[in-house]
């Protein structure tokens, strides 16, 4: 469809650059008042002569400053206006470099007129959204009113983003209180409680580094209605079609110099709470470093994937959580930030099956076979996370400081049973995988003069794991090696013990409107990997001898010299990063007695740059390319039992490496309502090593690392619009996107290259216009082909919740969600209906409900799945028809 060669990225962001600032220049004034005072927020409009039609604008900062742009082949007019001012007009023949501006104050009289607030304001790189212009009656928590804001997209975990970046601030009032765990505010406080949400577009959260170096990440700030704010919602209910509870309470006080949350939920609804623990910030330079080990378990259960639908419709569980967040304001403004967490979940996932073909791509007859087996998957997990945080920061124009510390303890447990092709053929497995981890980090950037300064970064983490995985009988697995056929059942056990720290010192200069920086940073892991697989005949364990046991010891540390530079002016912004890296790498296999080591000198360049061409498009590209070791979980050269698959790696250490390249052009006018962006990706791997799969008729692997070079690319384009329809009050979305890969595979000693293309087009509409009537629609289309096997996918969603309020203080909610699927000649189809009442107290914020979910009584949902050159058919039992009661309130 497409071909991006990685260079041309860079040439298209530059002709976009040079197009786009054709035939435009740019007018800067001041405007004062008869007394030569400054008029801060004095509203610049540039018209066009003949019509009025606003070509663009801006506002006076705290100075009286302003920049506009200018079109050069349009006759225009510019009229600045203040409410304590005359209206100032005046053509514009000309175009000079600076004009200043005398505002003549003007007593305005109000009588009885209604002022309605602007939807949406920006002011320098700030969008601001009046909350109250976004807001419905059905509206109850903020997560609701912040899907519906043009430019904002929250994703299925809570995430928040903005014209497609994530957010790496969530702040209220200015304070950070959830340290990237802000799920647990946006899905709990009252949008009545809030004034507007503020967005700034390029946040740099160092104060000290504010306007010197970018980030290119947003970060959103919660303004509140009052200063001092007790606040949060409850809701507390029960049901039948089982006994069904759902409990939430979330109690918030927010004040100037304190901040506090406590949180405590519990249902048995199909509501995960794991989200409500995501970390969902990125790293920032000179920040603290983030460093997270694979939090889940390295062993699993061979078990059916879950479906791609909401949860809440097959999820059947029983969850509670409890956590507190407490942020003080200390002198000299230092900041204590504490959070808890624990979270204890348990569910059931029985009787999914999953049909899967498999394509023979080189076939003796020379036409594409394939064999097809069905597995049928239940399952029962468990799960215990313990989570506790302390964060001192000190965040000042003149110095930075910040220490982090953080304890995790989680323990999973899950049994579960797999049958093959017939209920005889019937597996049964069980996983207890236990992990600790303690973890500092901490950063503090020390001035020495005006425009010199030291950073010093460090972080110490220590993670332990023991983890067990039991299968049985093995008379039903694929067993290659005769040893193993002795055995009734298997039992697989792994223990890593991990230190990890890295450690960096630099020195940074700023001059003019550059800064430059020369980090040293060294890093060091050493890990013990060790498996063991047991067997038994009888009801005891004895070590199975031969090729089934690894006893590793990993170590790798790095020297790397980062030079770096920055750019920050008012149009142009960049970020080059030219690390030299010298990195060993040693892995002693005590087992086999042998010994592996690798150094080399790694260069792994990074560029960002970003051109703000006007008040309305932006212009971004980066280009970045890394090289890597061989990780430890592909260097076990013994046999490892996972999933009912076996799997043993190469021992030798190899190094890979990634360039990945983006382009994006944003656009943005606040004014009229219009959000855009647009991007083009590239990504492009390559790999020394190959991984062979054989699959057998029960679909049980056996994956071993082939050394042979190897690339996969993936190409990418997407294109995302928004509309806001203020006098409708309407938001239109909508998105498409291309996405275009190119992949090895050794499957059953056959080589393939799998190449596969998806189309997605995403449509949503929001209306509110009438008081009493209010639709929420979205629509899905997915196109997935795949040339190799002429196998194609579609998928097709509609989603529609329609509010009525036909008498005040009534409401009533339908929700419909048609989902279609289509493989071949083979079509699926479900709908799912659910229906709500509620009533409401306005004074006291009181709402009683009723729902009815699943109204139709569906009992199975059936679903597609393209991979590779593998086709799954999913039929997954959904949650029956359920009547729920509930109170929800607002503190």
Do not use: C
């Amino acid at each position: 469809m497409f071909n991006i060669h990685p260079f041309s990225l860079v040439i298209f962001l530059l002709l976009l650059i040079g197009f786009s600032s054709k035939a435009q220049q740019r007018l800067k004034g001041k405007i004062v008042t008869t007394a030569n005072t400054p008029i801060e927020g004095a509203l610049v409009v540039v018209l066009k002569s003949d019509n009025d039609e606003v070509i663009s604008y801006t506002q006076s900062n705290t100075s009286g400053n302003f920049e506009v742009e200018l079109p050069t082949t349009q006759r225009v007019k510019l009229s600045i206006r203040h409410f304590d001012y005359a209206e100032y007009q005046l053509p514009l023949h000309s175009s000079p470099s600076f004009l200043p501006i005398t505002l003549i104050e003007q007593t305005t009289t109000l009588e009885e007129i209604l002022i309605k607030p602007t939807p949406i304001v920006q002011r320098n790189d700030t969008i601001s959204y009046n909350i109250e212009s976004f807001t419905t009656k059905t509206d109850r928590v903020l997560e609701d009113v912040l899907q519906r804001l043009p430019g904002i997209e929250i994703t299925t975990s809570g995430q928040i983003k903005y014209q497609g970046e994530n957010i790496n601030r969530f702040y209220v009032e200015g304070l950070d209180l959830m340290q990237g765990r802000y799920t647990a505010i946006t899905k709990a406080i009252s949008p009545d409680d809030i004034r507007q949400v503020d967005v700034y577009e390029d946040h740099q959260p160092i104060k000290m580094l504010d306007g010197k170096v970018t980030t290119g990440k947003p970060a959103l700030n919660i303004r509140l209605k009052n200063k001092v704010s007790r606040t949060g919602t409850a809701k507390i209910g029960g049901g039948i079609a089982p006994f069904l509870w759902d409990v939430a309470l979330s109690p918030m006080f927010f004040t100037p110099n304190f901040q506090t949350l406590a949180n405590y939920e519990t249902n048995n609804t199909g509501q995960t709470l794991t989200t409500k623990m995501q970390q969902l910030y990125s790293f920032q330079e000179y920040d603290t470093f983030l460093y997270s080990p694979i939090n889940s378990p390295f062993l699993q259960l061979a078990t059916n994937a879950d479906p791609l639908i909401n949860k809440k419709r097959y999820w059947l569980n029983t969850s509670h959580l409890g956590n507190i967040n407490v942020l003080q304001k200390l002198t000299n403004n230092w900041e204590l930030a504490g959070a808890l967490y624990y979270l204890n979940e348990k569910s059931d996932a029985d009787n999914r099956v999953q049909i899967t073909t498999l394509y023979d791509l080189n076939p003796t007859s020379g036409i594409p076979e394939s064999i097809t087996y069905q597995r049928t998957t239940s399952s029962h997990t468990a799960k215990e996370i313990f989570n506790a945080e302390f964060t001192f920061t000190q965040n000042k124009k003149q110095n930075y400081t910040k220490n982090k510390t953080a304890i995790r303890v989680s323990k999973d447990k899950t049994r579960g049973d797999l049958t093959v092709n017939t209920p005889e053929n019937l597996i049964q497995q069980q996983v207890n995988a236990p992990a600790f981890q303690l973890q500092n980090t901490w950063s503090t950037l020390v001035p020495i003069t005006e425009k010199h300064w030291i950073n010093f970064r460090s972080l110490l983490d220590f993670s332990n794991s023991k983890e067990e995985y039991f299968a049985s009988p093995t008379a039903l697995f694929n067993l290659k090696n005769p040893a193993l056929a002795p055995y009734t059942s298997l039992s697989q056990h792994y223990d890593n013990q991990s230190f990890y720290t890295k450690n960096s010192v630099a020195y940074v200069w700023r001059k003019n409107a550059w800064t430059f920086s020369e980090e040293y940073t060294f890093t060091f892991q050493r890990t013990h990997f060790n498996t063991e697989l047991y067997g038994s005949e009888t009801d005891f364990w004895i070590p199975i001898l031969g090729d089934y046991h690894n006893q590793l010891r990993y170590q790798t540390s790095s020297n790397a010299l980062h030079s770096k530079i920055n750019f920050k002016a008012k149009h142009w912004s960049l970020n080059l990063n030219l690390p030299l890296d010298w990195t060993t790498v040693s892995l002693v296999d005590n087992e086999n007695n042998k010994r592996n080591r690798n150094r080399k000198l790694f260069l792994s360049p990074t560029l960002y740059a970003q051109y703000n061409a006007s008040l309305y498009w932006t212009f971004k590209g980066n280009i970045a390319y890394t090289s890597v070791f061989t990780p430890l979980n592909q260097l076990y050269s013994s046999t490892v039992l996972n999933e009912l698959n076996f799997s043993a790696y190469t021992n030798r250490i190899l190094s890979n490496s990634r360039f990945t390249s983006k382009i994006e052009t944003n656009f943005k006018d606040p004014f009229t309502g219009w959000f855009a962006y647009f991007n083009l990706e590239y990504r492009e791997q390559q790999n020394p090593i190959l991984f062979a799969q054989e699959i057998g008729e029960n679909g049980q692997q056996i994956i071993q690392a082939i050394e042979q070079h190897n690339t996969k690319t993936t190409q990418r384009l997407e294109l995302n619009i928004n509309k806001l329809i203020e006098p409708m009050n309407t938001t239109l979305k909508g998105n498409f996107s291309y996405d275009q890969n190119k992949s090895p595979m050794l499957l059953n000693q056959e080589y393939h290259t799998v190449r596969t293309h998806q189309n997605t087009y995403r449509f949503s509409l929001t209306n509110t216009f009438l008081t009493w009537l209010n639709i929420d629609y979205s629509f899905a289309y997915q196109h997935i082909k795949n040339n190799d096997v002429s196998s194609t996918s579609t998928k097709t969603t509609h989603d529609a919740t329609v509010s009525i309020l036909p008498l005040a203080q009534h409401t009533i909610l339908t929700t419909l969600t048609y989902q279609q699927d289509h493989i071949q000649q083979q079509a699926f189809t479900s709908t799912f209906v659910d229906l709500t009442y509620r009533y409401t107290f306005p004074k006291r914020k009181i709402d009683l409900e009723l729902s009815l979910t699943n109204i139709f009584n569906y009992k199975q949902y059936n679903q597609v799945i393209i991979h590779n050159i593998m086709t799954h058919v999913m039929r997954t039992p959904i949650r029956p028809r359920q009547l729920m009661a509930s109170m929800r309130f607002a503190f």
